[in-house]
């Protein structure tokens, strides 16, 4: 992790849903003139489409010959929901036999650049997270006093999710701090050092009277991760090595989980 990172200077979106930041901006960009140079060929009739039906502006006023300059302005004063429309528009366009390398380059700048949406194969977007998700982490990650160790365990898990560009061990580092977030979490309301994964989990759910079953399934489902197969000692699950949704899934559970028993805990 890298020194603004580490240190907490540089602020990171989690998962951009409904803005677009100029780091996402620079990344639609770059997708839009990599089309337009490489797809396109330069055909003036294709940019002048462009012109007139996506940017709406007039056709007498399209200049001669290609220029990346002539979308520069116009995109910059689009709203960050018509810069996704732009994606979309260009998928359109493009010859069929060109779908897959678009595709692929769409969603390579929407992935490093921590956009909350991804492009289907029929050249749609749709969303790979939700506000309700988003808030579930940011709530875990504002704890203070005695649970504060589970915060910063979160925001470890973030840092990592969301580090660009994205390291080998990027999301292993991220499932694993938001594992050592419950693990934290185990230890307070136990007040035993020692309390790790599933058997952890059992242990607060049953000083919670939490329901038997639910107790048992979460700790089958973490237990798991202090065995020797186990995600901090392995970078992958059997041959499937941990990506973006694995470590989603765990920063997004397990934050929703702490949030429930801290909210039980303070009940009790």
């Given at each position: 992790?890298?020194?603004?990172?580490?240190?907490?200077?540089?602020?990171?979106?989690?998962?951009?849903?409904?803005?677009?930041?100029?780091?996402?901006?620079?990344?639609?960009?770059?997708?839009?003139?990599?089309?337009?140079?490489?797809?396109?060929?330069?055909?003036?009739?294709?940019?002048?489409?462009?012109?007139?039906?996506?940017?709406?502006?007039?056709?007498?006023?399209?200049?001669?010959?290609?220029?990346?300059?002539m979308f520069k302005e116009p995109y910059d004063f689009l709203k960050w929901y018509r810069k996704y429309d732009l994606l979309?528009?260009?998928?359109?366009?493009?010859?069929e036999n060109y779908y897959n390398k678009y595709l692929t380059t769409v969603n390579g700048y929407l992935k490093i650049c921590?956009?909350?949406?991804?492009?289907?194969?029929?050249?749609?977007?749709?969303?790979?997270?939700?506000?309700?998700?988003?808030?579930?982490?940011?709530?875990?990650?504002?704890?203070?006093?005695?649970?504060?160790?589970?915060?910063?365990?979160?925001?470890?898990?973030?840092?990592?999710?969301?580090?660009?560009?994205?390291?080998?061990?990027?999301?292993?580092?991220?499932?694993?701090?938001?594992?050592?977030?419950?693990?934290?979490?185990?230890?307070?309301?136990?007040?035993?050092?020692?309390?790790?994964?599933?058997?952890?989990?059992?242990?607060?759910?049953?000083?919670?009277?939490?329901?038997?079953?639910?107790?048992?399934?979460?700790?089958?489902?973490?237990?798991?991760?202090?065995?020797?197969?186990?995600?901090?000692?392995?970078?992958?699950?059997?041959?499937?090595?941990?990506?973006?949704?694995?470590?989603?899934y765990f920063l997004v559970s397990i934050s929703a989980f702490v949030n429930y028993l801290i909210a039980i805990y303070e009940?009790?």
């Amino acid at each position: 992790m890298i020194f603004s990172e580490r240190e907490g200077f540089l602020d990171r979106e989690i998962l951009q849903i409904d803005k677009v930041d100029e780091t996402l901006s620079n990344g639609i960009w770059n997708t839009f003139i990599e089309l337009v140079r490489e797809i396109t060929m330069n055909d003036h009739r294709i940019l002048k489409y462009v012109w007139t039906k996506f940017f709406i502006k007039r056709a007498d006023r399209c200049p001669d010959g290609f220029q990346f300059n002539m979308f520069k302005e116009p995109y910059d004063f689009l709203k960050w929901y018509r810069k996704y429309d732009l994606l979309e528009f260009c998928y359109i366009i493009i010859n069929e036999n060109y779908y897959n390398k678009y595709l692929t380059t769409v969603n390579g700048y929407l992935k490093i650049c921590n956009s909350a949406w991804r492009m289907n194969g029929v050249g749609k977007l749709y969303p790979i997270t939700n506000k309700a998700e988003i808030e579930e982490i940011e709530r875990a990650s504002r704890y203070e006093n005695k649970f504060e160790p589970v915060s910063t365990h979160i925001k470890a898990a973030i840092a990592h999710f969301s580090r660009r560009p994205i390291e080998e061990s990027s999301y292993r580092n991220s499932v694993g701090e938001s594992i050592h977030a419950m693990e934290a979490l185990c230890r307070v309301i136990t007040n035993k050092n020692t309390t790790t994964g599933g058997v952890g989990i059992k242990m607060v759910c049953d000083q919670l009277e939490l329901h038997k079953a639910l107790g048992e399934g979460y700790s089958r489902i973490y237990g798991f991760s202090s065995n020797a197969e186990g995600i901090r000692h392995a970078l992958c699950f059997g041959d499937k090595t941990i990506d973006f949704d694995d470590a989603k899934y765990f920063l997004v559970s397990i934050s929703a989980f702490v949030n429930y028993l801290i909210a039980i805990y303070e009940r009790s």
